[in-house]
């Protein structure tokens, strides 16, 4: 089993920035990656960003390039997403998700969630 807390969401002004956090505990060695997401009401999860849990490779959605940065601090067991430039349209609940077998961006791959926090960004 693997626990993912996240933490940091906020009510932020357009332009601002925030860092969420995603702590992780139990069987962490498991890990292949971690994900971000995020869901607004009547949509489906949205991916955001993904880094590996060794090694550290990343990739982002493309409606968060040079904005979003997602980032690990391996000691901590923790995944951090740096949201820089925030706009009203990535007000969401932001989730982090960990995958066992590879580094995906579909939900339907991550194996194990959060329980989300929101984010608002007001214009």
């Known amino acids: 089993q693997v626990q993912l807390v996240e933490s940091g969401g906020g009510l932020v002004q357009a332009g601002g920035s925030l860092r969420l956090s995603c702590a992780a505990s139990?069987?962490?060695?498991?890990?292949?990656?971690v994900g971000w997401f995020r869901q607004t009401p009547g949509k489906e999860r949205e991916f955001v960003a993904a880094?590996?849990?060794?090694?550290?490779?990343?990739y982002s959605a493309d409606s968060v390039k040079g904005r979003f940065t997602i980032s690990r601090d391996y000691a901590k067991n923790t995944v951090y997403l740096q949201m820089n430039s925030l706009e009203p349209e990535d007000t969401a609940v932001y989730y982090c998700?960990?995958?066992?077998?590879?580094?995906?961006?579909?939900?339907?791959?991550?194996?194990?969630w959060g329980q989300g926090t929101q984010v608002t960004v007001s214009s």
């Open positions: 880094i590996r849990w060794r090694g550290g490779r990343t």
């Open positions: 139990g069987r962490t060695f498991s890990i292949y990656g």
């Open positions: 998700a960990a995958d066992l077998d590879g580094l995906g961006s579909r939900a339907a791959e991550y194996d194990y």
